[in-house]
């Protein structure tokens, strides 16, 4: 008989795997060609890098406690803003250690569960090329340069508009629940993940919150929390595994109905895709029943051509 989704859950939010978690992201953030420190970042709750390792085996014993318990809950974020290299601005979502160390430790319990839906075909597996073990850039790259030697050299470049910022609660909670239960742990936790608000990097007056502001003050400053109505946090781990559940549907509707209606080839990369056609007179088309689609699962495609747009891959792509 196999385990359950909350069996495999309370084997890995055990003490140790939590410290073990903490372990492996220490070394991330560790540049070993330079002295120093890893580059650990401080959530809002002020708990330092050094403070959190030195109590690393009390605080893995209370956050297991808490977690098999049923009782955690996601710190508020600390919101900063980060250039995008096609211009404007993100905001990236700063978590506190101790949940960085649960997301990542969620992220690894279900992630062969969440793999199931993926990898139903080999076509649909090679479809998300973000945030999946594997998977990566330039493997989309390279299944793109792969579709235009098959003579797909017609490519509607898509973007959505604000896509993280803009997810639904109600579609994205229904998929977590008939993915993973109604009332599992792994659902919660998602849930409450989603739901978890944020602190923006600014006060009232402008003014920048420097890093160690929190160290200081361990603010909570309700009256500047943002509730989370739509969206979720953008940075961690969870972010991208949760986008990839949300944009399934689609992946799946370009795959197995609109390529029946138009010869196409299709690469996803988080909130950016590609569908590749043989023939130009196709693209219009397909831009028009995409922007339908996505309108029907709460999300936009973008209207400027600079953002979505047609492209001739003899003249121009990548």
């Known amino acids: 008989m196999s385990k359950s989704l909350d069996d495999i859950l309370t084997e ?4 140790e795997k939590l410290k073990a978690a903490f372990e492996a992201y220490e070394r991330q ?16 709750d002020g708990i330092s890098y ?3 390792k030195k109590e690393l ?29 096609s211009g404007g601005k993100r ?25 199931k839906d993926f990898q139903a075909t080999p076509r649909l597996d090679k479809v998300s090329c973000a945030y999946r073990k594997g998977k990566s850039a330039p493997y989309a790259a390279t299944l793109i340069h792969h579709y235009i ?3 797909f050299i017609f490519a509607l470049d898509a973007d959505i508009v604000k896509f993280f910022d803009r997810l639904s609660h109600e579609y994205l909670f229904r998929i977590i629940e ?6 599992t742990l792994a659902s919660k936790l998602l849930k409450r993940f989603i739901k978890a608000g944020g602190l923006p990097h600014k006060n009232q007056r402008g003014k920048i919150y420097g890093y160690r502001f929190f160290h200081r003050r361990k603010p909570i400053l309700n009256n500047q929390r943002i509730i989370r109505t739509q969206g979720i946090p953008q940075g961690g781990v969870l972010s991208g595994m949760l986008a990839n559940l949300y944009l399934h549907e689609f992946d799946c509707w370009v795959i197995n109905d609109l390529s029946k209606k138009y010869p196409l080839r299709y690469v996803r990369y988080a909130d950016d895709f590609v569908i590749l056609l043989e023939h130009k007179e196709f693209i219009s088309l397909v831009h028009q029943e995409v922007a339908q689609k996505l309108q029907d699962i709460k ?4 209207t400027d051509e600079s953002k979505t747009k047609y492209v001739d891959i003899a003249q121009d792509f990548l």
């Open 299 to 302: 999300l936009e495609l973008h």
């Open 12 to 15: 890995y939010f055990q003490p």
């Open 149 to 151: 030697k098959q003579g």
């Open 57 to 85: 085996d009390l605080r893995c014993q209370l956050l297991s406690n808490r977690l098999l318990k049923g009782t955690y809950q996601f710190y508020t974020f600390r919101e900063i803003e980060q250039d995008k290299p």
């Open 91 to 115: 905001i990236l979502s700063i978590a506190t250690i101790r949940d960085v160390i649960v997301q990542k430790v969620l992220y690894d319990a279900i992630y062969r569960e969440r793999e």
């Open 178 to 183: 008939r993915k993973f239960g109604q009332d």
């Open 29 to 44: 953030k560790t540049d070993f060609l330079q002295q120093g420190e890893p580059k650990v970042q401080m959530g809002v």
């Open 50 to 52: 050094q403070t959190f």
